[in-house]
């Protein structure tokens, strides 16, 4: 999860965590949800709009747990591909495909050497306030295995007897930084979801193919459908202060899509580990992945053997939902439209395959190729903004002084040519692999 969500529960008050993402919950029988890995956040801010998009990530036991996170406006939710982080790590850096260059004639002492081909694994403001006992529900709906409101409060105790009344934990010690928010005439988002199994199952990652009950005891571990918000902002933001702060940070990965190269106001430069041009990245979505020889170089190969390599190369397969993703962002900051057309036809069929009860990888897989050509249509030429657009990603642990008392802000910021090199990310999808006779030989593609 990023900073901006703070894990509530049903059934006990909260343990802080220092850096606001997921705090652990000290639930009964003296378990404990924290979170998993890395906390990854992609931000996009472009004229005035701002997209944010997290997957929470758990490990422990857990009987319900939901989000409740502040923002300037009303923001449109939709759900997120589970691949997303992944394509987005594949589209600032691209995998590279395997090609070993071998001769026929020595074949038989190579072979147990041999890289074998293999296939795509592309996975891995109201003019009047608010009474200060009021609540104000902006709108209810669900996403996929969720359950979502978008509230306007009048005070910090409203809006805690609202969730309370609604099946969520309002966490001890928020009143003072929820009560800043209040005065502002931020928002709040509520979250809820129920991640449940049949009698005696074990939850997994990506699981949304079990009923609501399920015994005490079963846990979860691994990440939970993906969210993506979009809203307006003047400056991009990353609202955080919903935290209580003790012990040590975790690691937070940042993508920041934006206008200009970017770092976090107050933290150490040193945190932005890769910087990429739109013209990078846009040639990065639209081109042919790239190769990387053994047993040779590029001279050593037809021009037929490398026309051959052209459907293993299809980027598709792994920055196709970052290409996706960037361009409808693009597209509502050129258009100001928060809620796009294709996007809520999506969350119109996954809600439908929800009432019905039919969850999971199947069903998921069904969507998107369903909604692949909706979507493609929907955002031609979008993609073409990119080119104006810089991305930057910060890397790192973020001291408590700074978020403590404030939202994330950015500044701009170029970090040295020698430091931004390609650096690899354990969540990149890998490319696939292949063997191709040395020139003249008279083989092809083995």
């Given at each position: 999860m990023t900073p901006l969500a703070l894990l509530l529960s049903l059934i006990a008050p909260v343990t802080a965590d220092p850096c606001g993402m997921v705090p652990p919950l000290n639930l009964d029988m003296g378990s404990q949800l924290q979170r998993d890995g890395a906390q990854r956040t992609y931000v996009m801010h472009s004229r005035g709009v701002e997209t944010m998009v997290l997957r929470p990530g758990f490990v422990g036991d857990v009987e319900h747990f939901g989000m409740l996170i502040p923002f300037p406006s009303v923001p449109a939710i939709r759900k997120i591909d589970d691949d997303t982080f992944a394509q987005i790590e594949a589209a600032i850096d691209p995998p590279q495909v395997q090609v070993h260059i071998y001769d026929p004639y020595m074949l038989y002492q190579e072979f147990d050497d041999m890289v074998l081909p293999s296939m795509p694994m592309a996975r891995s403001e109201a003019e009047e306030g608010l009474a200060i006992n009021e609540v104000n529900v902006v709108k209810e709906e669900a996403v996929g295995m969720y359950q979502v409101a978008v509230l306007e409060a009048g005070s910090p105790k409203a809006l805690a007897r609202w969730m309370e009344d609604n099946g969520y934990r309002y966490p001890d010690g928020m009143d003072d930084v929820v009560g800043d928010y209040v005065q502002d005439k931020w928002c709040f988002v509520a979250v809820k979801a129920k991640v449940g199994g049949n009698q005696g199952a074990v939850p997994h990652p990506g699981m949304r193919s079990a009923p609501m009950e399920r015994p005490a005891g079963s846990s979860f571990d691994g990440h939970v459908q993906g969210m993506g918000f979009r809203f307006t902002s003047e400056d991009p933001v990353v609202p955080m202060?919903?935290?209580?702060?003790?012990?040590?940070?975790?690691?937070?990965?940042?993508?920041?899509?934006?206008?200009?190269?970017?770092?976090?106001?107050?933290?150490?430069?040193?945190?932005?580990?890769?910087?990429?041009?739109?013209?990078?990245?846009?040639?990065?979505?639209?081109?042919l992945l790239p190769l990387q020889f053994s047993g040779g170089t590029r001279k050593d190969i037809t021009q037929e053997s490398l026309d051959g390599l052209a459907p293993l190369r299809d980027p598709t397969p792994y920055v196709g939902l970052a290409r996706v993703l960037f361009a409808s962002d693009l597209l509502a900051a050129r258009t100001g439209t928060l809620a796009l057309e294709h996007e809520e036809a999506e969350k119109e069929l996954l809600n439908i395959s929800e009432a019905l009860g039919l969850r999971g990888d199947d069903v998921d897989s069904l969507h998107r190729t369903e909604l692949t050509q909706q979507r493609e249509l929907a955002v031609d030429g979008a993609l073409e903004d990119i080119k104006e657009m810089h991305m930057s990603v910060i890397d790192g642990v973020l001291p408590t002084e700074l978020i403590a008392g404030q939202n994330l802000g950015f500044e701009r910021y170029e970090m040295p040519k020698a430091a931004n090199q390609r650096r690899e990310d354990p969540i990149r999808p890998a490319a696939p692999s292949t063997s191709v006779p040395r020139k003249d030989s008279g083989g092809g593609i083995f």
């Open positions: 202060r919903l935290s209580v702060f003790n012990g040590e940070g975790p690691r937070n990965v940042v993508y920041m899509l934006a206008e200009q190269p970017l770092t976090i106001q107050g933290a150490d430069p040193g945190l932005v580990v890769r910087q990429r041009s739109g013209e990078e990245l846009y040639a990065n979505l639209t081109t």
